[in-house]
T-cell receptor, first 118, second 114 residues
Framework: SAVISQKPSRDICQRGTSLTIQCQVD?????MFWYRQQPGQSLTLIAT?????????ESGFVIDKFPISRPNLTFSTLTVSNMSPEDSSIYLC???????????????FGPGTRLTVT | AQSVTQLGSHVSVSEGALVLLRCNYS??????LFWYVQYPNQGLQLLLKYTTGATLVKGINGFEAEFKKSETSFHLTKPSAHMSDAAEYFC????????????FGKGITLSVRP
């Protein structure tokens, strides 16, 4: 399975500011995803990060609030913009598949970034 | 669209007792099924998965799950609970085919009493 790291692991931010979260994978992967886990809740998919093109957002999430980049097959960033206390969550990066092998149907997750907005 | 139901939010067992965490799914076609575990302050770890073939699948840490199509269930079991099993457990479903999304249940917290 891929080894996934995220930076920062946690942060406390003031409302109105923005935070960029980095996700680095130790091997090339086909699919990269960003999830949000609000306190005591399950995981909600924010978007699929597409390499070389705009991310695909799920209903309720927009690019202006959660801009995503994916410059290559091993790296992606998620920015949480103009933050409010409601954005306090764990943000998780997830990956699936390898180039040339198609999807393996298994998704692996990073350790998460714990964001608190005050 | 698919969905996952995990009844209850918390299960408590004694150390050495059987662990049973229930998961039912709704899907128009037989999906792929997964169990993930989340230890405190960590990300999700894949415990086991069912895609095709044998309906009883074994995973890490002594866990196993059985896919029952007739019951649309994929319950997670472990014969003997260990203190280190205390965590949050998520059942997830994914339809076959390209661009399908992983859909999670709301999760169950497992506590293990000494």
């Amino acid at each position: 399975s891929a080894v996934i790291s995220q930076k920062p692991s946690r942060d406390i931010c003031q409302r109105g500011t923005s935070l960029t979260i980095q996700c680095q994978v130790d091997s090339q992967v086909t699919m990269m995803f960003w999830y949000r886990q609000q306190p005591g809740q399950s995981l909600t998919l924010i978007a699929t990060a597409n390499q070389g093109s705009e991310a695909t957002y799920e209903s309720g999430f927009v690019i202006d609030k959660f801009p995503i980049s994916r410059p290559n097959l091993t790296f992606s960033t998620l920015t949480v913009s103009n933050m409010s206390p409601e954005d306090s969550s764990i943000y998780l990066c997830s990956v699936e598949g390898s180039p040339g092998q198609g999807t393996l149907y298994e998704q692996y997750f990073g350790p998460g970034t714990r964001l608190t907005v005050t | 669209a698919q969905s996952v139901t995990q009844l209850g939010s918390h299960v408590s067992v004694s150390e050495g007792a059987l662990v049973l965490l229930r998961c039912n799914y709704s899907s128009s076609v037989p999906p792929y099924l997964f169990w993930y575990v989340q230890y405190p302050n960590q990300g999700l770890q894949l415990l086991l998965k069912y895609t095709t073939g044998a309906t009883l699948v074994k995973g890490i840490n002594g866990f196993e799950a059985e896919f029952k199509k007739s019951e649309t269930s994929f319950h997670l079991t472990k014969p003997s609970a260990h203190m280190s099993d205390a965590a949050e457990y998520f059942c997830a479903v994914k339809l076959t085919g390209a661009n399908s999304k992983l859909t999670f249940g709301k999760g169950i917290t497992l506590s293990v009493r000494p």
